[in-house]
């Protein structure tokens, strides 16, 4: 897998396999960059928290693009070894980029220091972790105020009720074959 925009365009990203476990597609890591920097989106001011990384492509696309810091959360102990692989390969500052390898819902049940502008959500398939992960985001002040939550799920899944959350905003629904691509936001910062 290839890193498609930015400073480090083109660097290739080693991956493992495991369950669950598929990395965003070119066409859908293109889109979802789309539609966020078209959201207003910038990069260089942007701090990055990429929830069940696996791969870590989304929050590395970020990275290429400018963005100030990134975290990544991952269980798999193979694949959080990876990401920090991939990242000292292609030559990314450490300060950069803070690789966690632990369940995610014990890293967001606790309160966040400092919330992040944009938040990619990309669980398994088939295992209803979207709702939780969706609560306990917004419960422990993990997305900023006017930041955006980007939640890779199955095309068929139906909306859970948290798209209808009073602090969130429902911006894209789109299905890109087997995926669809949500966005909410809290709304605009001040």
């Known amino acids: 897998m290839r890193i498609i925009a930015g400073e480090y365009r083109g660097r290739v990203l080693k991956t493992t396999s495991a369950p669950g476990y598929r990395p965003a597609t070119s066409k859908v890591r293109q889109a979802v960059f789309s539609m966020l920097e078209s959201r207003g989106v910038y990069w260089p001011e942007s701090r990055i928290l990429d929830l069940f990384a ?3 492509s989304l929050a590395f696309e970020a990275l ?4 100030e810091q ?3 959360v991952e269980m798999n102990k193979t694949a959080a070894k990876l990401i920090t692989e991939n990242a000292e390969k292609i030559g990314i500052p450490s300060h950069r980029y803070r690789v966690i390898a632990d369940d995610m819902f014990k890293v967001i ?3 966040a220091v400092e919330p992040f502008d944009v938040i990619f959500i990309d ?3 088939g295992k ?3 709702t939780p992960a969706l609560k306990a985001v917004l419960k422990n002040g ?3 105020e006017g930041g955006i939550l980007c939640a890779e799920v199955e095309a068929k899944l139906p909306l859970p009720p948290e798209a209808d959350h009073p602090d969130l905003e429902l911006i894209a ?10 966005l909410w936001t809290t709304g605009e910062s001040e």
């Open 142 to 144: 993990w997305l900023a």
């Open 54 to 56: 696996g791969s870590g």
């Open 173 to 182: 629904n789109k299905a890109y074959g087997q995926t669809r691509i949500l």
């Open 128 to 130: 209803n972790f979207l």
């Open 109 to 111: 049940s606790r309160r």
């Open 64 to 67: 290429s693009r400018g963005a």
């Open 70 to 72: 990134t975290w990544f």
């Open 123 to 125: 669980p398994p398939y």
